[in-house]
């Protein structure tokens, strides 16, 4: 289920959302002031830092090792 964060442009709070799905967001008003003037902050989860690698290990990408007991 995604997860999306807000700010809140009136009293600052930062806050998270889970949704089933994106179209099902509705209405977001803070949880704190209840205001409707937020918007999206931007997650770690959008984006990926790093140096060009793979993120999953060497070995996950040929398959079975010959220590696997799998030919």
Partial sequence: MPIYEYICKDCQKHFEILTTSPGNLGIVKC?????LDV???VSATHFQMGSGR????SGALSGCSSRSGFS
Avoid at 54 to 57: A, H, T
């Fill in 31 to 35: 949880p704190e002031c209840a205001s």
């Fill in 39 to 41: 918007k999206k902050a």
């Fill in 54 to 57: 793979p993120s999953i290990p």
